[in-house]
């Protein structure tokens, strides 16, 4: 069987953990504490990060890869086959990781950096998110890998206090659908 090494509360592992779990491969999940990494994770993979997926011949140390891996595998049940080389789908993933995830660090972490202007870096997470005008079962109206990928900076940035109020209905709406959902809650559970 195929081994994760992982941290719950890492946004790029609850990708890796969720796409894993959605397309129905079976995985075991090593969690790590990051403040001692186990010796084996540091030798297959010397960055220390999470999350990291290997055996029977497979190792994968990116999320993005990860959740690649999980969908051309298996299509999970009700989502849509989106191509990993849809122009709009690359854009989207190029501005959550460029844009929407400094912001969010920006953001949450705030007093680690010089002169954040927190208005500022809401109206730049929340100009990510007005994007999505679908959002019927997903991002992009019907469910795909892009709600792996994005979901977890999402629920991050909702999680931060006092801007919430901005967010359009929709987007509320999807984020509480999905965070309730079974397969969320399986790979969350502690």
């Known amino acids: ?57 497979l190792f994968i140390d990116e999320s993005i890869d990860i959740v690649r891996y999980a969908f051309t595998q298996q299509l999970p049940e009700g989502f849509a086959n989106l191509s990993f080389d849809d122009p709009f789908a690359r854009k989207v993933v190029d501005q959550l990781h460029q844009v929407f995830i ?23 997470m929340l100009g990510f998110l007005l994007q999505f005008k679908g959002l019927d079962d997903g991002l992009l109206g019907s469910k795909t890998w892009l709600d792996c990928v994005c979901l977890p900076f999402i629920r991050q940035a909702y999680k931060a206090d006092g801007w919430t109020e901005l967010w359009p209905d929709q987007m509320l709406s999807w984020l509480e659908v999905q965070l309730a959902s079974d397969s969320f809650k399986a790979i969350m559970a502690k």
């Open 102 to 124: 400094p912001s969010l660090n920006r953001f949450k972490y705030a007093t680690r950096y010089e002169d954040v202007d927190l208005h500022y870096e809401q109206m730049v």
């Open 1 to 57: 069987m195929i081994q994760l090494y992982s941290f719950r509360r890492c946004p790029y592992a609850i990708r890796a953990r969720w796409s894993l779990y959605l397309s129905g491969i079976p995985y075991q999940v090593i969690e790590v504490n990051l403040k001692d990494k186990p010796s084996h994770l540091l030798e297959i993979s010397p960055k220390g990060t999470v999350p990291v997926l290997f055996g029977d011949g």
